[in-house]
């Protein structure tokens, strides 16, 4: 079998999943019960929120545990919504940004919030000087991806920092679900990031399980109410096992991690290559891009059945995003490029981890070209 669906999930690293069935076996209590029980809990917990901030060179209070990309994604712009709306209602994003940004800020629309969305060019980036004309004295939150999930095209993150240093009391919120292990991504003192979102199976991390930056002396109304745990920002019973193993997964990601990079770069490089010599093969991810998404379409095929064909094969791809290939949605992310919808349906998205090797590629490339010889007359 061949897995090249990393960035809908990652299979769980042997080593996490241990942790995990061993934290789950051992220790039963409650993190907010008093007895010796519950503090063996919290103090797992404390150590793992610690192991977390310490790898990202962050607060331990900088760190809060959720169930994962999307519950982040709600809670940084609907607890800043609420927390800040006597400062202002308009809130800034993108075209290209994941499900859970899009309906969140569509839902505070609907209660009278004004959202600018800002368009992207051919590459799927946005230009920063439209970042600029669109922030008013009203502007309370921005929210931009680092990494797109169906195109891997890089947001110029960096630049929209410096822009928005001049604007203190406006909430970054950054969706970094893609980033960790893929691009260098810099939090804390130095950064003017305010908010980050992450989920770890995402990077061979358990699902179910996230956890949220937020710069220390910031706030955001809580979303889940009730016991007040997570210093009061996010009730619910904690998941200590989960926290234990994602935060051993986040440790084996970060190592080494210029060699992983480099080593999907070089397939992602080899696929393009390669799927640059076929005439009816249009390839919508940039080779600057993340080195683990690779997006590309064979014309007059629709995604899903090159899906399909692949897997009778045991090769395991997507159509773009996993979160809009069941409903059979045309790709929102390439539709933003202006891609024809003709072209955009036919997409599909092949997304690497750190264990996928090149002797993979070729065999995909094998099959490939098998596929390509058939389809190939289809108008």
């Known amino acids: 079998m061949i897995y090249f669906d990393n960035s809908?999930?990652?299979?769980?690293?042997?080593?996490?999943?241990?942790?995990?069935?061993?934290?789950?076996?051992?220790?039963?209590?409650?993190?907010?019960?008093?007895?010796?029980?519950?503090?063996?809990?919290?103090?797992?917990?404390?150590?793992?929120?610690?192991?977390?901030?310490?790898?990202?060179?962050?607060?331990?209070?900088?760190?809060y545990f959720t169930?994962?990309?999307?519950?982040?994604?709600?809670?940084?712009?609907?607890?800043?919504?609420?927390?800040?709306?006597?400062?202002?209602r308009h809130i800034i994003t993108t075209s290209v940004e994941h499900p859970a940004v899009k309906e969140s800020v569509g839902q505070l629309k609907m209660l009278g919030f004004d959202v600018t969305i800002l368009p992207v060019d051919h590459n799927g980036r946005v230009a920063v000087s439209d970042l600029k004309e669109a922030l008013r004295s009203d502007t309370i939150l921005v929210s931009i991806m680092a990494v797109n999930n169906e195109v891997g095209s890089i947001q110029p993150i960096?630049?929209?920092?410096?822009?928005?240093?001049?604007?203190?009391?406006?909430?970054?919120?950054?969706?970094?679900?893609?980033?960790?292990?893929?691009?260098?991504?810099?939090?804390?003192?130095?950064?003017?990031?305010?908010?980050?979102?992450?989920?770890?199976?995402?990077?061979?991390?358990?699902?179910?399980?996230?956890?949220?930056?937020?710069?220390?002396?910031?706030?955001?109304?809580?979303?889940l109410n009730g016991g007040g745990?997570?210093?009061?920002?996010?009730?619910?019973?904690?998941?200590?096992?989960?926290a234990a193993a994602m935060a051993k997964a986040l440790r084996l990601v970060l190592e080494k991690t210029e060699e992983k990079q480099m080593k999907q770069k070089e397939i992602k490089t080899y696929l393009t290559e390669k799927l640059e010599g076929y005439k009816k093969v249009s390839i919508f991810s940039q080779k600057e891009g993340a080195p683990h998404i690779l997006c590309f379409a064979l014309k007059g095929i629709r995604g899903e059945v090159m899906v399909h064909a692949f897997e009778k094969k045991e090769i395991y791809i997507s159509t773009t995003s996993a979160c809009s290939s069941r409903n059979g949605t045309t790709s929102s992310t390439l539709v933003a490029m202006n891609v024809p919808e003709k072209i955009a349906t036919s997409a599909v998205r092949i997304s690497l981890t750190d264990t996928n090797k090149l002797e993979e590629a070729k065999i995909f490339m094998e099959e490939f070209d098998h596929l390509y010889q058939q389809f190939k007359d289809i108008k």
Request: proline residues 4%.
């Open 229 to 242: 745990q997570e210093s009061g920002r996010r009730s619910g019973t904690e998941n200590v096992a989960g």
């Open 67 to 88: 169930s994962g990309g999307t519950e982040g994604d709600n809670w940084a712009i609907k607890g800043t919504a609420i927390e800040k709306r006597q400062f202002g």
């Open 8 to 63: 809908a999930t990652t299979r769980i690293d042997k080593d996490v999943l241990q942790t995990f069935e061993k934290v789950s076996q051992t220790i039963n209590g409650n993190p907010s019960s008093l007895h010796q029980l519950g503090d063996y809990a919290d103090g797992l917990l404390q150590q793992s929120r610690k192991q977390i901030a310490d790898l990202l060179h962050v607060l331990p209070e900088e760190i």
């Open 158 to 223: 960096g630049e929209i920092e410096e822009v928005l240093k001049n604007y203190p009391r406006v909430h970054f919120h950054v969706d970094a679900v893609q980033a960790i292990g893929k691009i260098p991504f810099l939090l804390g003192t130095e950064s003017r990031i305010d908010l980050a979102t992450f989920s770890a199976h995402k990077f061979h991390g358990p699902k179910g399980m996230g956890f949220m930056y937020i710069k220390k002396g910031k706030k955001i109304a809580p979303l």
